[in-house]
């Protein structure tokens, strides 16, 4: 019998990148150079942040020190975690984050989607707020100008997300009504919104908002801020679902008319479900758009994370160690960005059409 | 003849159904009430905190501040709306420069992440995902801080050529420089917070433009490039020949909106103190009270630009778009 032929071994990742490396002399050049370059400035970040670097809190060895001063993260990382919440109240913010974050990581498991995971989410955001807020079972009272920090940017970012998804939706259907009136009105809202930049929509929130509200009604500016991002937030996403809902053939809708599904039957059970499959990419950039942007609440005086950072850098003892503060909350936004990027690959494989 | 065809061609008209009408009546006029009772309470609020409102402070009110940097000549004596129209001319200021480098930048790195070379490849994708993760915001305070912390005074600042570099700006060797015991002054200078800003909008609107310019090389046919190799044309003579002139048509949309972003993030500005509208906008509420219309001013600005924007790059598509026979 005659032997059969293998196909050849595909060669592994550390081949093929070594064969692409050095694929002529010019790519080799190139390769070498780059290499080199990389050693030079991974070896100038270990001194600075690691070799030469100083960990005591203590401004004083720092100056004396030619590499990263951590002590300054560490004196400071109460304020930027945390922001100006009270001193012995810190476990509540902390343990508010930790719920938030438990819900969300459960909601986004498959065995909990739909209406289970969402309650589970209303439900950490709510007891949230109230630990924040505190004033009842003997916790002290908080007021909101002083929640800050990582929790806060967590708090307002995850509230913006759920609250505009609804409004969102509504606001793609009304866009594409056949009623002039509800056409008109929902695009005119989503224009009016994408076309200014978000600071002018919370100057709105912060200046205009009380002066159009009757004199009676007190509302929190926290508030305020938290329904301008929505508010916001909605308008990008309806365009989002707008596109995924033009994506989906006509056809979809008749059939299902033929089927005799009523209209609302058919957009709940046929036309969102495979609309929504088609905006995971873009839905996914749109919520790292929307925690990159809370980070803009800090120019309306709310110390979120990056507004605790400016608050902490205020200190000139330490304000020259501004880098090391920098690079912990940069880290931490690219650690949030980057876990929703990877779940958004993770859905977009799971309801990939061509998986059988 | 012809008209006869055409009546004949049309579906005969669907009658509205009644529940539509009810629905969009009761809609308009929940919208006009709510409208109605906005402007109400604003009356009210007014009345009580004894605000005026209306725009005529625009005109006959001095600004009593003064915008330090700008093409539009700004003095304290100028009214509201010239210092307005300082900050819609500051905006375009620093984002324009912004939006080329970016352009710049966008290109390249958009073609190192197609590299063949996977170093390249690798380090090219990181840098863009590095920018595209981190908030704007906390790019224009760390480039701004570094920029005032690092850069020396006034007194001792860095010569290059006729130009002097220092924490205070950039003073440019044309027009009149004169060296004070102080420091340096001149009549052309670019200061520290519009440099902050160029390169923060530099660096976040080139990550997303790269990505722009990749998903358009990606998206020219596979047998172009085969083609190309076939022809015996090198990578780089593919890529600058056949592929990105293919590639960036299908760009343009995607790039007209990172445009309008762009100019809409050079809003950040107010968080340094770089006097574009927003800011301006800002310090004239601050000061007359009357948000309303401070407000509405910058919506009217950005809407002016946006569609100007979007009128440019509609032209500029209809003459690169392929044209369908």
Known sequence: MAEMLSPPIPPSWRERWFKAMFASTGTSLTTVVVLGLLAVVVYKAFLWGVWDATTVIDSETCRQSSGACWGA?????????????????????????????????????????????????????????????????GLTPVDSDLWGGLPLTLLLSVFAVITSV???????????????????????????????????????????????????????????????????????LAEVYRGGLQAITKGQGEAAHALSLSRWQALKLIILPQAARLTIPPATSHFIGVLKDTSLVAIVNIYDLTGSLKMALTNPEWRPYFVEAYLVVSAIYLILGLSIVGYGRFLEQRYALDKR | MKEQHEAMDKPPRKPVPVTALLLQAALLIALVGLLGWLAHNAQLNLRERNMAAGFDFLFHDSAGFAIGEGWVPFGEDDTYFQAMLAGAANTLRVALPALLFATMLGLTLGVASLAQNPLIRTLARGLVDLVRNIPLLVQVLLIYIMMTEWLPDAENALRFGGSYLSNGGLILPWGEVEETPFGVTGTHVLSTEWMALVTALTLYAGAFCSEIVRAGIQSVPRGQGEASHALSLTRWQALRLVLIPQGLRVA??????????????????????????????????????????????????????????????????????????
């Not at chain 1, 509800?182 to 009380?210: H, S």
């Open chain 1, 166 to 236: 609804p409004l969102a939706i509504a606001l793609a259907l009304g866009r594409r009504s056949e009623l002039p009136i509800v056409r008109w009105a929902c695009t005119g809202y989503i224009e009016l919104i994408r076309g200014v930049p978000l600071i002018t929509v919370l100057f709105f929130g912060a200046f205009v908002l009380p002066l159009l509200l009757p004199p009676s009604w007190r509302a929190d500016p926290m508030i305020r801020v938290a329904l301008c991002l929505t508010a916001f937030s909605a308008a990008y």
């Open chain 2, 252 to 325: 343009i949309p995607p790039y007209t909106s990172l445009m309008l972003s762009t100019i809409k993030n050079s809003s950040l500005g107010v968080a340094i103190g770089y006097p574009e509208i927003v800011s301006v906008a800002n310090t004239s509420m601050n000061q007359t009270g009357r948000a309303i219309e401070c407000i509405i001013v910058i919506a009217s600005v950005y809407l002016i630009i946006n569609l100007l924007t979007a009128f440019i790059m509609a032209q500029v598509n209809r003459r690169v778009a392929i044209k369908e026979r």
């Open chain 1, 73 to 137: 993260v560490a004196y400071n990382h109460r304020i930027i975690l945390l922001g100006r919440y009270p001193i012995g109240e810190g476990w509540r913010p902390v343990l508010g984050m930790g719920l938030l974050l438990a819900s969300v990581g459960l909601a986004a498991l498959p065995r909990f989607f739909g209406a289970r995971g969402m309650w589970m989410v209303v439900i950490a955001l709510v007891l949230f707020v109230a630990l924040l807020a505190g004033g009842w079972g």
